[in-house]
């Protein structure tokens, strides 16, 4: 298979360190598959990198507004397959689960969520106890929404092209644009009758780059709870 039906989306804040290696392992195990490195104006050498691996660089330096969810939003209206699957920079969410990702859309699924059942190294309690919350908030929102309640606020998952960019150009006002959540805010918004599935996998640790995640960002998704 070539995955020329995919695009893989890949937010990026100063990502030097992880994006080409990323890139490489992409073209190894999805050959033709289209990639998006939605950059929101790194100040190191992601952009470059992601230029020189032939990837697609979406540059998003002069924007209004940056973020994570308002960076994957501009790459899914931009994307021009029938497939797209988000996936973080730093190795975090293992890239060969993009296969298992765009089998279950090929065999007819809407929206497939990738379902964090494992953490690799020690979560501290403070951590532990904020992504409990925010699952739980999350499952509270979404309780009258038919469909199965995985990892509402995972980083990574894929859809179908289509239906997302529905969503995305409808409700865009109603997107937290500088939250993480982009998947949750997605889900507020998709029909009762989305085929939603899953696809398990252990979330690894970042060995490389600093992360970005902030208090803002999870008063973002605590404010998100009320659109
Ligand atoms: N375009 C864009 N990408 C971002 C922004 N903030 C983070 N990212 C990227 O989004 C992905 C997730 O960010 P992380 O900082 O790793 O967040 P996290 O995985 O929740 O936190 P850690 O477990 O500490 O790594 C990475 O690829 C980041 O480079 C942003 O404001 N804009
Ligand atoms: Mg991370």
Same mark, same amino acid.
């Given at each position: 298979?070539?995955?020329?039906?995919?695009?893989?989306?890949? =937010?990026?804040?100063? #990502? #030097?360190?992880?994006?080409?290696?990323?890139?490489?392992?992409?073209?190894? /195990?999805?050959?033709?598959? %289209? &990639?998006?490195?939605?950059?929101?104006?790194?100040?190191?050498?992601? *952009? #470059?990198?992601?230029?020189?691996?032939?990837?697609?660089?979406?540059?998003? +330096?002069?924007? =209004?507004?940056?973020?994570?969810?308002?960076?994957?939003?501009?790459?899914?209206? +931009?994307? %021009?397959?029938?497939?797209?699957?988000?996936?973080?920079?730093?190795? *975090?969410?293992?890239?060969?689960? /993009?296969? #298992?990702?765009?089998? +279950?859309?090929? !065999?007819?699924?809407?929206?497939?969520?990738?379902?964090?059942?494992?953490? *690799?190294?020690?979560?501290?309690?403070? @951590?532990?106890?904020?992504?409990?919350?925010?699952?739980?908030?999350?499952?509270? @929102?979404? &309780?009258?929404?038919?469909?199965?309640?995985?990892?509402?606020? !995972?980083?990574?998952?894929?859809?179908?092209?289509?239906?997302?960019?529905?969503?995305?150009?409808?409700? *865009?006002? %109603?997107?937290?644009?500088?939250?993480?959540?982009?998947?949750?805010?997605?889900?507020?918004?998709? =029909?009762?009758?989305?085929?939603?599935?899953?696809?398990?996998?252990?979330?690894?640790?970042?060995?490389?780059?600093? !992360?970005?995640? !902030?208090?803002?960002?999870?008063?973002?998704?605590?404010?998100?709870?009320?659109?």
């Amino acid at each position: 298979m070539v995955y020329d039906d995919t695009t893989i989306i890949i =937010p990026t804040f100063n #990502e #030097e360190k992880n994006i080409g290696k990323l890139l490489k392992k992409l073209k190894q /195990i999805l050959p033709k598959a %289209k &990639i998006i490195v939605s950059d929101d104006g790194s100040r190191d050498r992601t *952009q #470059e990198i992601a230029v020189e691996k032939g990837a697609i660089l979406l540059d998003r +330096k002069r924007k =209004p507004v940056h973020g994570l969810t308002v960076s994957v939003l501009d790459a899914i209206i +931009k994307c %021009k397959t029938d497939f797209f699957v988000v996936i973080d920079a730093d190795f *975090q969410h293992p890239p060969e689960k /993009i296969l #298992e990702v765009v089998g +279950k859309l090929r !065999s007819g699924k809407d929206l497939i969520i990738g379902n964090r059942v494992k953490i *690799q190294g020690e979560w501290g309690f403070l @951590r532990l106890l904020i992504s409990r919350t925010a699952f739980y908030m999350g499952y509270l @929102r979404l &309780i009258f929404k038919k469909f199965p309640k995985y990892d509402l606020v !995972s980083g990574f998952f894929g859809g179908k092209t289509k239906l997302a960019k529905e969503i995305a150009l409808h409700n *865009q006002k %109603k997107f937290e644009l500088r939250g993480y959540k982009v998947l949750f805010d997605l889900l507020k918004y998709m =029909p009762n009758t989305t085929k939603v599935d899953k696809v398990d996998y252990e979330f690894g640790l970042r060995t490389k780059g600093d !992360s970005k995640l !902030s208090k803002k960002i999870m008063f973002y998704y605590f404010r998100s709870m009320f659109k």
